[in-house]
């Protein structure tokens, strides 16, 4: 056992209430690094400054991980959100603890949905204080998890049918992370979801029947007299996108552009 800690952001008062009664902390998988699962304990990393006035930005709870579940938002019934139909992950903690000091944030250390190990946990009085041996030889990694919960959660899906070029620029205006058009089209070529189909001498990405099945559709148009593909995306399929986001994003650029 590595004795691995989940930093955990908490966004404001009702949830810290709400994980603390009923112990449990929740994320969404398209956040989560999964190769730090499984995850040993849960730390929350919370702004008292909203409820003291006080400039407090610590973490001063943690709890021991009984149960680790992949649940759809809806599920988490008692923390209602507009995130019904993407999935999260839960954490159920045997019980809350408070650290024996909490852990102030100082000019250096972790930040939140960061991984440490349960020894500097409980000595650290300040972030800076806290090291891990694991978090240092993961940072390359985690540098390519480029979109935040906050980001993700931001993004506004459209009721219409989009191109990757729209959706991009959805996801693109949530935040200050960007990603490519060329990205989500290589990732869903490389699953299946699109393949190329030549029309008119030009190669156009088109949906496949498991495409199809997620919300993406293809139709034949016509540009100043040429004819091509038309490859449009659905409030599912752009659910779709968003849920694999990281994913995405580590799709390299030469990747991205590749001749298919």
């Known amino acids: 056992m590595t004795g691995r800690v989940l930093i955990g952001k908490v966004k404001n008062k009702h949830q810290l209430t709400v994980n603390l009664e009923e112990r449990f902390y929740h994320i969404p998988e398209a956040v989560m690094v999964k190769s730090m699962l499984p995850v040993e304990y849960v730390a929350l990393y919370f702004d008292e400054a909203d409820t003291t006035g006080e400039k407090a930005v610590c973490i001063r709870y943690y709890g021991r991980v009984i ?5 759809l938002r809806e599920e988490i019934s008692s923390l209602p959100s507009s995130n019904n139909g993407r999935k999260y992950y839960k954490f159920t903690v045997d019980e809350w603890k408070k650290l ?6 100082d ?3 972790v930040y ?9 946990l409980l000595a650290a009085r300040k972030f800076s204080e806290i090291a891990s041996v694991e978090e240092k030889s993961s940072r390359s990694k985690r540098r390519k998890i480029l979109f935040t919960e906050e980001q993700i959660e931001n993004v ?4 219409d049918l989009i191109s990757a070029n729209t959706l991009a620029e959805l996801i693109n205006s949530a935040g200050e992370t960007k990603i ?9 070529l490389n699953n299946e979801y699109l393949k190329v189909k030549g029309i008119g001498g030009k190669n156009c990405r088109v949906a496949t029947p498991k495409g199809e099945e997620i919300g993406i559709f293809s139709d034949r148009a016509q540009r100043n007299g040429r004819e091509f593909y038309l ?3 659905d409030k599912c399929a752009q659910q779709f996108v968003l849920d694999h986001i990281n994913e995405i994003a580590k799709i390299r650029l030469n990747e991205a552009y590749a001749n298919d």
């Open 67 to 71: 149960k680790t579940e992949l649940v």
């Open 156 to 159: 506004k899906l459209s009721e």
């Open 107 to 109: 000019e250096g250390g």
């Open 100 to 105: 024996p000091a909490a852990i102030v944030r």
């Open 231 to 233: 490859t449009l995306y």
């Open 112 to 120: 939140a949905k960061a991984f440490v190990n349960i020894e500097a």
């Open 180 to 188: 490519i058009a060329a990205k989500i089209t290589k990732y869903l």
